[in-house]
């Protein structure tokens, strides 16, 4: 499985694959130096021959895990073998990782912990790869500067996945210093200088985001712009346009000339797209053929709303549209009549609720949980819980944090299990792709709502990989029961399927497939408007000044046995890389429609974006606009 690698912003899939390869000599040569099987590091237990091939072996898969997520999975087990790790069952919040107690030599130790926590944040496991990351920097003495840097920009990465913005800031803000003074590599303090901004600017911090870039910046004073990294000076041109006010950006100025240099660059189609929309002239450079992975890389821009994070994170959503008398049940009944249909699952804020979960557990006894951190993606840092004993004990030992050693406690969102209507004897999810449109920068008018709510009628249909027994939880097999992420395993043609075939499904059951849809569309609309109505426009400086492009959301449902759409999570960064023939078809479609859409809004010819022609079929076939209350 080939892994989506934007271009306007990195993500840790790059990252790691960059660790691993750095690291990787390390190693070998740490290894090559260690004592035969008679050194008195190697524990007792473990001949030294076995750490030989083990670790061999899992530099093997490591190296392979960028192609592969089996191959991931296998070097994720072989290091914890190697380093002698337990993760626990359940394991909630960022401290509750077992160090390593394999006792081998510290050179050794050092670069399999880095490879580790690669691998483990390929897989998504970013709280595990934090804790395994730290690990390895406590022993930083035995990391070349140019490996030590690759650490800290993985852990920097993992922070960031786990949205605590401020403290990867931090650590790409290390990176970019130590690259400049130790290592003099102007890449990687490019790729520092973006990450820094990025995080800054997930903050709302424009003077952070814009301090961050002039430390790179700064490095090429009085030199020509095309010196610069393309991406760091795009993102910084268009940074200071907004930050001095102005509402269009004349050609020849400073801040045109650095947007300019990046959108020379064809794999920055972005600031091709901004050079576009806010200049005081039509720009007219047409690209030959639509650029289907590097448009869809900018919905992942540093220039993303930094407010769609009540979307993404588990606790923020569940506050909003459980304070929405439109969207609970108020914890009690749930009815399909679409008019007074309740779609999100039962839930609870812990430690917060947990008088309320007790009191809910004496009326609803049989209930079973999912525990979900704040962040989390490819179904990691859910947790299945049989009953509500187990949760309150889970909540009782385990030891939740914010941080390191912060102290305050880290809430969780507990969410009632629902019990799911079934294809195959398999639980299944249906992923839906949204799509808004801000409007502060329309040129052609507006609908007179902050935004414009696009459902996409085509998505992906993701099956377990289990049958799916109500009431049986085997532990073993629970994640393959319960998961439905299409991240999980080597996608294949039989574990999902678009909505097409969703619909011959439902004809073959005599389910009604309309009605169905009917409520997943009101359920989205009255999302959007619930997270509207908290929005305020702010006419200065705010996040609806860097949306000038589409945004796509990836809604994710269940449908419980009476066919009743429950809104499960939101993905403010779903992923868009095709992973099969039928998931390209749908992906391409929602990425095309997107920025049709843009176009139609900015009076854009579609041929400018090398998009094709056929709007109106378009529009009859594969969108459905949802009626929004200013």
Known sequence: MKHFQPKLSLFI?????????MLAPSLVEALATTDNPSNNNINVNTAAGDIDSLIKAAMHQTSKSSNSISSTIKADRLWETIL?????????????????????????????????AAVL?????????????????????????????????????ALQRSMRYDEARGMFIEVLDRSVTELKDDEKAARASVSAATCSLRLENLSGANGALERYIGLYFGEEISSLDAEAAGLYGYLQHMQGGRKTLEQGSREYEYINHAAENPSLPLYHWLLRTITSKNIQMNMPHFPFLDMAAINQSPLDDARLIRLDDKVQLHQLLSS???CSSNRETTTIDLGDQYYIPDGFILPNETNQLKEYSQKHPSASWMIKERAGYGSQGNHVVPNTEQVLKIMHHEAVTVGDDAGEEEQVLCQRIVEPLLIY??????RVHVILLNNMHRKNGNSGNKADVYLCTNGLAKLALAPYEQGVYDMNNIDDAYMTNSGRKETSSSNQFDFHQLRMEFEDQNWDYDLMWKRIAE?????????????????????DHLSIFPKILGFDFLLDGNIVPKLIEIDRFPGLEPRSVDD?????????????????????????????????????ESLQKLQMIS
């Open 13 to 21: 899939a790059t990252v790691t694959t960059i660790q691993m390869l």
């Open 84 to 116: 002698g790790k337990v993760t626990p069952k359940y394991s909630i919040g960022r401290t509750n990782i077992s160090p390593s107690t394999r006792i081998i030599p510290d050179n050794i130790l050092v670069p399999s912990l880095s490879l580790h």
């Open 121 to 157: 944040s390929r897989l998504g496991k970013d709280r595990q790869a934090i804790a395994t990351f730290n690990e390895a920097l406590e022993l930083k003495q035995y990391l070349s500067n140019n490996s030590l840097v690759d650490v800290c920009l993985g852990k920097g990465y």
């Open 324 to 326: 929405s008398p439109s």
């Open 425 to 430: 004897g398999c639980k299944f999810s249906m």
């Open 523 to 543: 359920a989205v609309r009255r999302t959007m408007q619930s997270y509207y109505d908290t929005v305020e426009i702010n006419n200065d400086y705010s996040s």
């Open 584 to 620: 390209e078809a749908v992906k391409r479609q929602v990425v095309e429609d997107a920025w049709h859409l843009a176009c139609d809004a900015e009076g854009i010819p579609y041929s400018f974006l090398g998009l094709n022609e056929d709007k109106e079929k378009r529009d009859q």
